[in-house]
């Protein structure tokens, strides 16, 4: 234990002392998983450009740098990075999840992005970043929404969903839509979920009126991460 708190105070000290007062950036480390074996802790760091922007990340395995992976065009912007280890692929060894925020992205696209590093049986490239299908391929080829008066009628995956709007108190609620800016990841029981809030448009308010959140399941299928279950669920009604 007195050997693990060393090694990463040692870390710290060098990545928070070594930035250049001529240099635009400085080297941080933007958060970490810990582990009581020394060798099996993992830290996200990257460059601090300016108030809540990161760029050009490194994935370090061990207080000493056992593992490091470079990862140049990552970025992130404001609020916490989420980040977790777990075995979502089903091969027994553990795999990293990251989730950074992104605010510069387009209108309708996800303002959190998703990195997967699977682990593999071999001690010379423990890592490496996994393909993942795109949440917006996802929706755009197995989601569809229609309305019809206060019916809203949601297919997901084959599978057809009904949500009364009249048992909402929206003023004018109508136009629903899936809000891909406010896609989050999660991981649940070891396996890796995408989930993306339903709204409606309505009058009495800037923000859209919850009706449900389609959840979606991935999996590993040898190449990439894609999605094999979706469920849409209803958000309960005031009436």
Not at 134 to 159: E, F, H, L, R, Y
Not at 210 to 224: A, H, P, Q, S, T
């Amino acid at each position: 234990m007195r050997r693990h708190i060393f090694n990463m105070g040692i870390i710290l000290m060098m990545l928070f002392t070594s930035s250049n007062n001529s240099l635009a950036s400085e080297r941080v480390v933007l958060s970490s998983i810990p582990s009581d074996i020394w060798h099996q802790t993992v830290y996200l760091i990257a460059d601090k450009k300016k108030w809540m922007e990161y760029e050009n990340f490194t994935v370090q395995i061990g207080d000493m740098g056992q593992y490091v992976y470079n990862f140049p065009n990552w970025y992130h912007g404001k609020y916490d990075p989420y980040m977790a280890k777990a075995d979502i692929n089903d091969d027994t060894l553990d795999d990293i999840i990251i989730v950074l925020n992104n605010d510069k992205a387009v209108i309708d696209q996800p303002l959190k992005d998703i990195h997967v590093l699977n682990q593999f049986q071999d001690p010379e490239r423990r890592y490496e970043e996994a393909p993942m299908e795109p949440i917006s391929t996802v929706i755009i080829n197995k989601v569809a929404i229609k309305q019809i008066k206060n019916i809203i009628g949601i297919q997901v995956d084959g599978m057809n969903y009904t949500i009364d709007l009249s048992k909402f108190s929206y003023v004018n609620p109508r136009t629903p839509y899936l809000s891909m800016e406010l896609v989050d990841y999660s991981i649940e029981d070891g396996k890796l979920y995408a989930t993306v809030p339903v709204f409606v448009l309505r009058d009495d308010s800037v923000k859209g009126g919850l009706i449900g959140k389609l959840k979606v399941r991935y999996e590993w299928d040898g190449k990439e991460y894609v999605a094999r279950k979706l469920n849409f669920i209803k958000s309960k009604s005031e009436n």
